[in-house]
């Protein structure tokens, strides 16, 4: 593994790279905020004891959209199991897909990965960059590329945080550099077509989403995306065009799902999602297919075993609803 800044290293994602700066940020670390289902999974793997940070004034202005939506356990039994599982994502062809899976104590995490063959998905197994570290919140770039967290100590800094990271083609596993990562927690990377990067960190004490654009060919340096009413916010998912961006917020003390739309150079207030999607349980990790179907994690009662009181664990599965993401900030809705 080799964490570089060198964007000829990275051939395959240069968009992601381009006029990147190097200076990261002072920010002192944290401990996780339980916005950030990280934390919820990995809060019995770690002594650290979660900080919300500031405290996230109710969205008054949030409405709820798509109560006639359905969702469905996304292929039980191959991706959702006994064990939890959350966070997936696809290659832009649709035959490969990512995934977390835990074991019942959350002791360890990885990624996983499995391809369709014939149209049926084949048993999955741990991704080649994945197995050693507690890796997270895997996403896909239209090249392939694969974007994901995880724990690990700077070489640099000699911190150890969640950072964002890259697998790219040739097999090298990278650390994302510049104001993409810092000494704080960083998580979730989702990128537009144009190389725009969102992701969320803690740094300043609040989880908010950042966003690191691309304008006239050179990286911008990453600031908080604003969300009108939401002080704190994570798990973002931006679609491809950049126009709608999925999220998770908790202003009623859950983890619940909403929606924000890109217009005249603004985002709008967030809409919250109805039931189904959103239970009385936390949602989280939300994402799309390559049809645009949008796919989430749940720890309402699903397919984990719980049957071991003792371990005091929440279950997730992964689910996907029949609500696609381009039409969420199109005319009419």
């Known amino acids: 593994m080799s964490d570089v800044t060198n964007s000829r290293k990275l051939s395959v994602v240069q968009i992601v790279f381009i006029g990147m700066r190097t200076v990261l940020s002072n920010s002192t670390p944290i401990r996780l905020a339980v916005i950030l289902f990280a934390a919820l999974i990995l809060s019995s793997c770690s002594a650290e004891s979660p900080d919300v940070g500031e405290a996230l004034e109710p969205n008054l202005g949030a409405s709820e959209s798509y109560s006639d939506a359905t969702v469905e356990l996304f292929e039980p ?4 199991s006994s064990w939890p599982e959350f966070s997936v994502a696809f290659t832009t062809s649709g035959d490969t897909l990512y995934f977390n899976r835990s074991n019942v104590n959350r002791s360890s995490l990885a990624i996983m990965m499995s391809v369709r063959l014939n ?34 100590v700077n070489p640099e800094t000699r911190a150890e945080s969640f950072d964002n990271f890259v697998f790219v083609g040739d097999g090298n596993t990278i650390r994302l550099p510049g104001s993409l990562n810092s000494d704080s927690t960083e998580v979730s ?5 144009d190389g725009s990067i969102v992701f969320e960190s803690n740094r300043g004490g609040v ?12 990286r911008q340096f990453a ?7 939401v002080l704190a916010s994570g798990n973002p998912f931006i679609s491809q065009d950049g126009l709608t961006l999925l999220f ?21 207030i967030a809409t919250r999602f109805a039931g189904p999607i959103n239970s009385s349980e936390d949602d989280y990790a939300p994402g799309a297919d390559p049809e645009g179907y949008i796919y989430f994690a749940s720890q309402r009662p699903g ?9 005091k664990t929440p279950p997730s599965d992964i689910y996907k609803s029949s609500v696609r993401i381009q039409t969420l900030c199109s ?3």
């Open 207 to 218: 989880n908010r989403i950042w966003m690191s654009r691309v304008e006239d060919g050179a």
């Open 189 to 193: 990377v989702s990128s537009t077509l």
């Open 248 to 268: 998770v917020s908790t202003p009623s003390g859950d983890a619940d799902l909403y929606y924000s739309c890109l217009v005249d150079g603004g985002w709008t």
């Open 119 to 152: 149209g049926e998905w084949q048993t999955p197994a741990v991704a080649p960059f994945s197995g050693e570290f507690y890796d997270i919140m895997p996403s896909v770039s239209t090249d392939g590329s694969v974007f994901f967290s995880s724990r690990r």
């Open 223 to 229: 600031e908080p995306l604003p969300i009108p009413g």
């Open 331 to 333: 005319a009419g809705r």
């Open 303 to 311: 397919m984990v075993d719980q049957s071991d009181d003792s371990e």
């Open 77 to 80: 039994g191959v991706v959702n």
